[in-house]
Structures are given as C-alpha cells and as structure tokens.
C-alpha cells in the first residue's frame, strides 16, 4: 500500500477544502467481508489532480460528479481522481471491506465464551480507507454522517448519538451528524453489547462491554462513571471551552492493540479494564488515569487536532499530563504522580537513550511519512512529553499554562494547529521566552544527568562551611531544570526512618552554567535533587546520600520522594553503575517495608524481566529467582492480616513467576487458593499453570481441563500461552506454525503464544529457533501488517537470548533483509537492549 507523504499532504490540503463524508456501512453480509458506501462532498480550491484512498476487497463502482471512474485505476490503496475544476464536487464509492483480525480497520471478533460476534473500528493513524473512501489526513476535517445497517439484536455506536431507523427488524441505524473531525477519528461499535446509561449535566453518558463480561461491569460501573463524572467536572473547570460534542460513549472492545482511542463520543479501551479477576489498587488507579487521559483528548485532539504527525505529542503528551494531573486533583487517587515516575517515566528514560531516539516534537522534515509517524508514539511522545509539560508548568506556573491552553483552543476550535501556534498561545498568556523554553526542551533528544561524583564537573557538590552547607548543581547535557532539593535527616527518635528537614527550589541555568545554593546547617544525611520528581533529568546521589538510602529508603516518608531514588537505582543498573546484585539486595532490605504498591510492583517488574531474565549471566539466574521469592514470602508475611491486598497479590503473582517448586504452585491449584489467601482467581489460576508448564510439570491435558473451566477470551489466550510454554520441542514446532505462519490468528493469539515460547529455563531447547526468528519475523509482518510486526518484535523477540550472536544476527537482518518499519524499530530497540544488557553483564 501506498505511504502517505508529508508533501503530499500539504499539496492536497491546498487543493481541498472536505465539507462531508456520508457513510452507508452494511454489517449483514457474511463473516468476512462488509459493504461500505461513501459519499464525500467537498470543494477544490482550483483546477487539479488528486487522489483518495481507500483498501477495498472489491470496488464496486466509483462516480465522481455522476461520472463514473475506472476502477481498475486503484492502485496501491489510492484512487486517481483527475481533471478537478475549482468547485464543489461529489464522490460517491461502494466496496466491499475486509474484517480485520489484528484490531486495525473493522475488527471483527467471536467470543469464544458464548459465540456472540462483535466489531469496532480503529481508524488511527491510517486505517480508515479500511471501513470508508477517504481523505485521510488529520488536516482534512469533516462533518461525518453515518448509516449501518446491523443484526436486528446488535447495538451501534458512533461518534455521535445512535438511533434505530424504522421498524426493530431491519436493524437500521442513523448516527448523529459530528461537528468537523479528522478521519483518523471516525469510530463504530456494533454487536450485542451489554449497556449500562446513564447522564451528566445533561450529557447522555455510556459504558459497553460484550455479554460475557456484563457482571464484571455491572460491579464496576458507579466506579467508572463516578471517575467519568469527576473528570469531566474538572475539565470544565479549567477549560473555558465545553465539552464539543453530543454524547460520552466509553466501549471497552475484545483484541484492542492500544490502551484506548479517543473517538470524540465513543472512546474505546481495551477490554482488560473490565476486570474478570482481582487488581491492585494501583491498577485501578492506572484504568481511572486511563479514562482521564482519553477525555482530555477531547480538547487535546479532538476539538484542536495536528496538522500533519510531526505535532502528536499535542495530543498524547497533553493527554498524559492531563491524565495524571487532573487525576490527582478530582478523585480519591492520590498516589498518580508516583505511579507516573515508577512506570511510565522509566518508559521515556529507556526510549531516550536508544538509537532511535527522537525530540518530543520533531522538525517537520524528521516526519516525513505516515509509516515515520507511527513509529513516534512512544514513551518519548507519552512519557517524556508529560514529564517536559510538567516541567513547564513548574517554570511558567499553573495559571499561565491554563491561559495559554484556553487561548490555544478558542483560536483553533474544530481546526487543526501546530507545535508554533501552541506556543504562541503560552507566550502571549504568560509573556516569558516560551520559544526558548521549546527549542531546549521538545527539539533536542537524550536525558541530561544530574550527577553527585566528584569533579570534574559535579553536579551535586556539597560543603560545610561557617555553620552552612553549600550545594551546586550542574549537569551533564544542555536543558534548563527548575528542581526541587529535600535535604533530609535520620530521625533522632525513630532509626531507620528520615525526616525532611527542608524542601527548596533551584534553578540549573541552560548550557554549561551550574546553580549555587547556600543553607543553613550541617550537611544532611540525604540531599534528594529533583525531589518531587518535576523534571525529567536521570540522577546520581553523593556518596554520603547513596549510604543513607542503602540504610534508610524505605524510611522516607514520601513515596514519591521513594520512587526518584528508586529511579536512580534502576538507571545506576543499566548504566553499569550499581551491580544487579546490589538492587536486588536493596529490594529485599526495602519492599517489605514498602507501603505504595505502584513502587512495589515496578521494582519488582525490574527485577525480574530485566536483572532476573537480561542482567545477569545464566549462572546469576537462580540466586536473582531466589531474592524474589524472598521478597515475596516478606510481602506475604506481614500482608497476613488482610490490610494491604494490593500488595499481597503483587507478592503472590510475584512468587509465582519466580518459582522453581512445581509441587508448591500444584498445591494452591489444586486448594485454588493460597494459604491465607487470595483465592485463584482465572488470572491467577492461568499463571500458575503457565509457570508449572515452563517447569514441565503440566500437560497439555491439563491446559485443555483449564480451558474447559476457563472457556473465555482470556482463557484462550491463556491456553495458547501454556501450550506455547511447554518444554516439548512438539509443542514448540506447534507454536511457532501458530506465530509465523497461521494468518488467520488474532494480533492477541499471536502475542500469547510469543509471551509463551521464549523462556530462559528452556534456552537449550529454544536454542536453534533464535537464528529462525529474525527471516520468520520479516516475512510474517510483510504479510499481515504493522500490527503484526509490531508484536513480534516486541513479544516475539527471543530477548532472554542475551548473546552476541543474537545481536550479530539482528544487526544483519536490520542490513539485509528489509523488514517493514513497524517491525524494524520494535528490532533497532531490541538489539539495543541486547547490547546494554551484554555490557552490563561485562561490567558485572
């Protein structure tokens, strides 16, 4: 299929001016296949040529202007359309569109569950032309209006409010008309959904989800729609612009590759967020941010949308922001900043340091391309664009930030808007060099390090003096910080614990300049740089502080405050600063006195699928295996009492990955509970017996008794990720058939089986797979797609496999074989993991 260029978006938005896209979509006509009808009204500025896509199965007919176009003219997805007068102009197209099964374009779904079939779109970045003919690019905004003819039991929803046309059985639908929105944007749901209405301020207000997950939303449902009602409240109490459009659906949709999609009206999320088994309280809290998120992409996006992909961190990185932020400040979670700081933030830090690495908002000519822009939604375009948003909001203050934004979307409002009119909004509303600011922050790439060695060039340098301890801050890289520094004591009265003593700003100028501070007192126990965690800087403690924290972290009484060290650890590690061993043993002389479970399960994650299956040479395994389950039977024992659940299910998922002892995970599956609790739930039943077939002590009649009892889409997913786990060279010819060569398997059945087959207990009998990988990789993602591609290089990847052939190999599938770039950059970042993990293995 074609690529859509930068160039060749801007010379067609100077041609068009797209008044309306009418959609006729039939939904009756088979398993496979669906009709899609388009009538697209819109004007030509002058006489020219242009194009439309579009990816039928079939092109039925094609009439621009009531003259009918050749339809053997489409070519690589796009369609000719020449010989345009200035004028207005219609284009009508009937086809018949493929379903998908790997969650882009119309995907379509049975529920293994009860056998009901359900379907939604995903149309971002450039999957529209896969439901309807299209001017796809962001720029391009139109009214939409929709028709869809269903099954007479299903439910249809849209952008706009549904209602049923004529009599039940024809299973007509009409979707109210959008005010201007991008394609990118358009979005239907149908099928037998389970619903749950409601309404605020006036506003009708859904939840959906499909049958076999009804009672889990019904128990869910006043806490979805309180954190609905809350957020929303909040947005409209600081954007002066209300809420744009008709109706607030939230779908949570079967096989969705994203976390959401933020649909004006329909926004849809993965249905993970309806649990079937117990979470955390952390993982609430993600879901609730999750919902904050996607309504701030209301505003950010939906209301003002990009001109061309160079600008997505002014929808995602706004909308991370605002999701944690507004988070905090209209529900009962409080612990959001330290959530961001454990598990997102680290995602930025790691994409920064990587080859393909990228400013938050790249030059124009950096994005070239669609297949360029896909690549950017990242953890530098979420997390570290949050985290320079934050930042900013440090250095202008809330009310110019907020004036800023209100002055962005009155003056782009159902229009589209670039990196410079955003800026421009902040310079006017606050009168402060916000150009500058942008040019050190959002163009330049890697992490500046805020460092305690000594010279030459300390960032952290201290000294008593006169009754005073002065401290110096510089940096190693070139952006300005506003950073906030907790010097801390040992408490006299309680040991082990910290006191702060005092929490003050200083400003590290930009470039080679260094910031001064002077305070009075001796020296504290801990000086904390970057406490309160509002840049996004690595850091290095003296050594004063590094023995503080080795004695007292878990004394600290901030988490957050606990979360930046624990950052600093993680990076120390991956830079070959701080032995694996090391954390580990802090880890175990910390968590058990840990109370904030987001800290508790990131350390945990760290651990485990960096240090336990990366770090450590194969010999170094057990003993890191080992660490775990000791920190896991602390959390256990002191979580007896049932005061903390939260964290006595992240020490029983926790124990489970790491066991070695087949006879003690048989006993809780056969009990179906752990001694004092929990009870099995289907998630925790299905990683028992995940880890007991990687031990080879389950068998594929035991998968299929699980699956019997367990016969959901999760449960599914669950048994093609046993099978896959089996120690059987069998089984593993069977999963690899699954993952490279069946195309009709879902983009979830293929992840499932990928997060089954590489284990590092099992490297001899996957051995001879890792050199098959690489050409089996390129030639399945060549075939199905990006989504594909994007999954097998990041779940696909033998990543245990941490050896300089593997990386060899790599490096010369990357010069040889061409994979697509979905599947390309998910390689670039992998090798480059592999080559950190193999220097730290050296340094260790």
């Given at each position: 299929?074609?690529?859509?260029?930068?160039?060749?978006?801007?010379?067609?938005?100077?041609?068009?001016?797209?008044?309306?896209?009418?959609?006729?979509?039939?939904?009756?006509?088979?398993?496979?296949?669906?009709?899609?009808?388009?009538?697209?009204?819109?004007?030509?500025?002058?006489?020219?040529?242009?194009?439309?896509?579009?990816?039928?199965?079939?092109?039925?007919?094609?009439?621009?202007?009531?003259?009918?176009?050749?339809?053997?003219?489409?070519?690589?997805?796009?369609?000719?359309?020449?010989?345009?007068?200035a004028g207005e102009h219609e284009l009508r197209i009937v086809a018949d569109m493929r379903y998908s099964r790997t969650g882009e374009g119309m995907h379509r779904f049975?529920?293994?569950?009860?056998?009901?079939?359900?379907?939604?779109?995903?149309?971002?970045?450039?999957?529209?032309?896969?439901?309807?003919?299209?001017?796809?690019?962001?720029?391009?905004?139109?009214?939409?209006?929709?028709?869809?003819?269903?099954?007479?039991?299903?439910?249809?929803?849209?952008?706009?409010?549904?209602?049923?046309?004529?009599?039940?059985?024809?299973?007509?639908?009409?979707?109210?008309?959008?005010?201007?929105?991008?394609?990118?944007?358009?979005?239907?749901?149908?099928?037998?959904?389970?619903?749950?209405?409601?309404?605020?301020?006036?506003?009708?207000?859904?939840?959906?989800?499909?049958?076999?997950?009804?009672?889990?939303?019904?128990?869910?449902?006043?806490?979805?729609?309180?954190?609905?009602?809350?957020?929303?409240?909040?947005?409209?109490?600081?954007?002066?612009?209300?809420?744009?459009?008709?109706?607030?659906?939230?779908?949570?949709?079967?096989?969705?590759?994203?976390?959401?999609?933020?649909?004006?009206?329909?926004?849809?999320?993965?249905?993970?967020?309806?649990?079937?088994?117990?979470?955390?309280?952390?993982?609430?809290?993600?879901?609730?941010?999750?919902?904050?998120?996607?309504?701030?992409?209301?505003?950010?996006?939906?209301?003002?949308?990009?001109?061309?992909?160079?600008?997505?961190?002014?929808?995602?990185?706004?909308?991370?922001?605002?999701?944690?932020?507004?988070?905090?400040?209209?529900?009962?979670?409080?612990?959001?900043?330290?959530?961001?700081?454990?598990?997102?933030?680290?995602?930025?830090?790691?994409?920064?340091?990587?080859?393909?690495?990228?400013?938050?908002?790249?030059?124009?000519?950096?994005?070239?391309?669609?297949?360029?822009?896909?690549?950017?939604?990242?953890?530098?375009?979420?997390?570290?664009?949050?985290?320079?948003?934050?930042?900013?909001?440090?250095?202008?203050?809330?009310?110019?930030?907020?004036?800023?934004?209100?002055?962005?979307?009155?003056?782009?409002?159902?229009?589209?808007?670039?990196?410079?009119?955003?800026?421009?909004?902040?310079?006017?509303?606050?009168?402060?060099?916000?150009?500058?600011?942008?040019?050190?922050?959002?163009?330049?790439?890697?992490?500046?390090?805020?460092?305690?060695?000594?010279?030459?060039?300390?960032?952290?340098?201290?000294?008593?003096?006169?009754?005073?301890?002065?401290?110096?801050?510089?940096?190693?890289?070139?952006?300005?910080?506003?950073?906030?520094?907790?010097?801390?004591?040992?408490?006299?009265?309680?040991?082990?614990?910290?006191?702060?003593?005092?929490?003050?700003?200083?400003?590290?100028?930009?470039?080679?300049?260094?910031?001064?501070?002077?305070?009075?007192?001796?020296?504290?126990?801990?000086?904390?740089?970057?406490?309160?965690?509002?840049?996004?800087?690595?850091?290095?403690?003296?050594?004063?502080?590094?023995?503080?924290?080795?004695?007292?972290?878990?004394?600290?009484?901030?988490?957050?405050?606990?979360?930046?060290?624990?950052?600093?650890?993680?990076?120390?590690?991956?830079?070959?600063?701080?032995?694996?061993?090391?954390?580990?043993?802090?880890?175990?002389?910390?968590?058990?006195?840990?109370?904030?479970?987001?800290?508790?399960?990131?350390?945990?994650?760290?651990?485990?699928?960096?240090?336990?299956?990366?770090?450590?040479?194969?010999?170094?395994?057990?003993?890191?295996?080992?660490?775990?389950?000791?920190?896991?039977?602390?959390?256990?024992?002191?979580?007896?009492?049932?005061?903390?659940?939260?964290?006595?299910?992240?020490?029983?998922?926790?124990?489970?990955?790491?066991?070695?002892?087949?006879?003690?995970?048989?006993?809780?599956?056969?009990?179906?509970?752990?001694?004092?609790?929990?009870?099995?739930?289907?998630?925790?039943?299905?990683?028992?017996?995940?880890?007991?077939?990687?031990?080879?002590?389950?068998?594929?009649?035991?998968?299929?008794?699980?699956?019997?009892?367990?016969?959901?889409?999760?449960?599914?997913?669950?048994?093609?990720?046993?099978?896959?786990?089996?120690?059987?060279?069998?089984?593993?010819?069977?999963?690899?058939?699954?993952?490279?060569?069946?195309?009709?398997?879902?983009?979830?059945?293929?992840?499932?089986?990928?997060?089954?087959?590489?284990?590092?207990?099992?490297?001899?009998?996957?051995?001879?797979?890792?050199?098959?990988?690489?050409?089996?990789?390129?030639?399945?993602?060549?075939?199905?797609?990006?989504?594909?591609?994007?999954?097998?290089?990041?779940?696909?990847?033998?990543?245990?496999?941490?050896?300089?052939?593997?990386?060899?190999?790599?490096?010369?599938?990357?010069?040889?074989?061409?994979?697509?770039?979905?599947?390309?950059?998910?390689?670039?970042?992998?090798?480059?993991?592999?080559?950190?993990?193999?220097?730290?293995?050296?340094?260790?």
């Open positions: 299929m074609s690529v859509l260029t930068r160039d060749e978006a801007q010379t067609r938005a100077r041609l068009l001016d797209v008044r309306r896209y009418a959609i006729d979509l039939d939904l009756t006509r088979g398993e496979e296949l669906f009709r899609s009808s388009t009538v697209i009204a819109f004007t030509a500025s002058e006489p020219g040529d242009t194009f439309v896509e579009l990816r039928p199965d079939t092109l039925h007919s094609a009439v621009l202007d009531g003259q009918e176009l050749d339809t053997a003219a489409l070519d690589g997805g796009r369609l000719p359309l020449t010989g345009l007068g049975t529920d293994p569950a009860d056998g009901e079939t359900y379907l939604y779109t995903m149309c971002c970045m450039t999957d529209a032309p896969g439901v309807f003919a299209a001017f796809d690019q962001p720029d391009l905004k139109a009214v939409f209006e929709v028709t869809v003819t269903a099954p007479p039991a299903w439910t249809v929803l849209g952008n706009g409010v549904a209602a049923r046309v004529g009599e039940a059985a024809e299973g007509r639908w009409r979707l109210a008309p959008t005010p201007p929105i991008s394609t990118y944007l358009m979005a239907l749901a149908a099928g037998p959904y389970h619903s749950i209405r409601s309404e605020h301020r006036g506003l009708p207000v859904g939840l959906h989800v499909r049958q076999s997950l009804a009672p889990y939303l019904d128990a869910d449902a006043d806490e979805l729609l309180d954190i609905t009602r809350r957020c929303f409240d909040r947005y409209h109490e600081i954007f002066d612009e209300p809420y744009p459009f008709d109706s607030y659906d939230q779908a949570f949709v079967p096989e969705f590759n994203s976390g959401a999609m933020e649909n004006p009206g329909l926004v849809t999320f993965r249905d993970e967020f309806i649990y079937r088994s117990a979470v955390t309280d952390t993982e609430r809290q993600t879901r609730a941010m999750v919902i904050a998120h996607e309504m701030a992409h209301m505003w950010f996006g939906d209301l003002v949308t990009l001109t061309w992909w160079d600008d997505i961190w002014l929808n995602e990185s706004f909308a991370e922001y605002m999701g944690f932020q507004i988070l905090t400040e209209a529900t009962d979670f409080s612990g959001t900043w330290t959530d961001f700081a454990v598990a997102r933030k680290s995602w930025g830090y790691d994409a920064d340091e990587r080859p393909s690495t990228h400013p938050v908002a790249p030059e124009p000519e950096g994005v070239p391309d669609t297949e360029a822009a896909r690549l950017n939604f990242d953890g530098i375009s979420y997390a570290k664009g949050a985290s320079a948003l934050r930042q900013l909001v440090a250095w202008l203050g809330e009310g110019d930030f907020l004036a800023g934004i209100n002055d962005h979307f009155s003056r782009h409002r159902f229009g589209n808007a670039t990196l410079a009119d955003f800026i421009d909004s902040l310079a006017r509303a606050s009168g402060r060099d916000v150009h500058a600011w942008a040019d050190a922050w959002l163009r330049t790439t890697g992490v500046d390090t805020l460092t305690s060695e000594p010279a030459p060039a300390p960032a952290l340098a201290l000294a008593e003096a006169d009754g005073h301890w002065t401290l110096t801050v510089s940096r190693e890289g070139s952006r300005p910080h506003r950073v906030a520094v907790g010097a801390y004591d040992h408490d006299p009265v309680e040991p082990g614990s910290l006191v702060l003593r005092e929490r003050f700003e200083v400003d590290v100028p930009q470039g080679g300049g260094s910031a001064r501070e002077a305070r009075p007192g001796r020296r504290p126990d801990l000086v904390l740089i970057n406490d309160g965690d509002l840049t996004y800087a690595k850091i290095r403690l003296d050594p004063g502080s590094w023995d503080t924290v080795v004695r007292s972290l878990s004394g600290l009484p901030d988490p957050l405050a606990r979360a930046v060290i624990w950052n600093a650890a993680r990076d120390m590690v991956r830079d070959g600063h701080l032995p694996p061993a090391a954390y580990l043993d802090a880890a175990r002389a910390h968590l058990p006195h840990e109370t904030d479970n987001a800290i508790v399960q990131g350390v945990l994650a760290f651990a485990s699928v960096h240090i336990a299956d990366r770090f450590l040479p194969p010999e170094g395994r057990p003993a890191a295996l080992s660490a775990l389950r000791a920190i896991s039977r602390g959390l256990l024992r002191i979580t007896e009492d049932g005061s903390a659940p939260g964290l006595r299910l992240t020490a029983v998922r926790t124990f489970i990955d790491s066991s070695v002892d087949p006879d003690t995970l048989r006993e809780w599956l056969t009990a179906g509970a752990v001694p004092g609790g929990p009870e099995l739930d289907p998630e925790l039943r299905w990683r028992t017996l995940d880890r007991l077939c990687v031990l080879g002590a389950a068998t594929a009649a035991d998968i299929a008794a699980e699956f019997d009892r367990d016969p959901s889409a999760t449960g599914q997913e669950g048994a093609a990720r046993c099978r896959a786990g089996l120690p059987d060279p069998e089984a593993k010819e069977a999963a690899w058939a699954a993952m490279f060569e069946n195309d009709e398997l879902s983009a979830y059945l293929v992840t499932a089986t990928a997060q089954g087959f590489w284990q590092p207990e099992q490297h001899d009998l996957v051995r001879d797979y890792v050199p098959r990988y690489y050409p089996a990789a390129v030639a399945a993602s060549a075939r199905r797609g990006a989504a594909i591609g994007e999954v097998l290089g990041r779940y696909g990847f033998p990543a245990h496999a941490v050896e300089a052939e593997t990386l060899r190999l790599g490096e010369k599938c990357l010069r040889d074989d061409e994979p697509i770039p979905a599947l390309r950059r998910r390689l670039d970042d992998q090798l480059d993991d592999l080559r950190r993990g193999l220097r730290v293995r050296d340094a260790t």
